[in-house]
């Protein structure tokens, strides 16, 4: 992995800015930083401030595995595109696709208040229902391995089998065949008429973007993480305004910036 603000790195964020780009940035861990009380989450000041710049600037979006409506209110208008629940809540998704991922996930959650219900509280486990989406939480448990792998156990009785993606103390629960972030970020991108994303992240949930073999121009992991399929990382969240505002400068210097 190259570091962002190497030499090579810097080079990399320039030439976006000649190039007809959505910039796409995870919310929780990325923007605002990872809190235990998920209900306070929001983007700083002095992120919200370049993030809005570059936002009026280039096409902007946020793609968050929170509910849309959970999502908006703490990007307080700063990009005029959001995507939520893994990609599923989408400018470009369709109304038979989000029908049939809310059946089925209310259908989830009469096995996960029955049965899986004694089971959950023993290990601790928190339930998210978002509608299309659940995510179970379990940050704080003595034994995250254990309730992981116990977790696993449970959900792989629901029917239809789930797809599940592993957040960071978290095991998130999509509608089968559900894509994720990444095919979402691409349909945005062909949506905007863009030819290439940038997009940065910090953990499982955003390797569907890292991953993609079309249109990725520059994946950023927030975080060095070998495995990761990122070509590029940034040390901690703190260094996310600094990608912000060195991307609007240097769209400011561009004689034709590419807004969407």
Not at 109 to 121: G, H, Q, S, W, Y
Request: charged share 25%; with cysteine.
């Amino acid at each position: 992995m190259t570091y962002v603000f190497s030499e090579e790195g810097r080079r990399a964020l320039h030439a976006l800015t000649e190039k007809p780009v959505l910039y796409a940035f995870d919310f929780d861990g990325t923007l605002a930083p990872i809190s235990a009380d998920r209900d306070s989450v929001k983007i700083s000041p002095s992120v919200h401030e370049p993030l809005q710049e570059l936002g009026t600037r280039a096409a902007c979006a946020v793609i968050s595995g929170r509910a849309l409506a959970d999502l908006a209110p703490r990007v307080d208008r700063a990009v005029p595109h959001l995507i939520g629940n893994h990609g599923l809540e989408s400018p470009c998704t369709t109304p038979e696709a989000l029908l049939s991922a809310e059946y089925v996930c209310a259908e989830w959650m009469k096995r996960v208040n029955t049965d899986f219900a004694e089971p959950l509280k023993h290990y601790g486990v928190e339930v998210e229902q978002k509608r299309y989406t659940l995510t179970f939480h379990y940050r704080g448990v003595s034994k995250p391995g254990k309730v992981r792998t116990a977790l696993v156990l449970l959900l792989d009785q629901l029917t239809p089998a789930p797809r599940l993606i592993f957040g960071k103390a978290s095991v998130n629960v999509l509608y089968p065949g559900q894509e994720g972030k990444g095919q979402a970020a691409l349909a945005l991108m062909k949506h905007l008429r863009k030819t290439h994303l940038f997009f940065i992240g910090d953990d499982d949930t955003d390797e569907d973007v890292f991953e993609l073999s079309e249109g990725l121009a520059m994946g950023v992991r927030v975080g060095r993480h070998e495995k990761s399929r990122a070509r590029y990382f940034i040390n901690h969240q703190g260094e996310v305004e600094e990608v912000l505002r060195f991307l609007a400068h240097g769209l400011v210097r561009t004689p034709e910036s590419h807004v969407s």
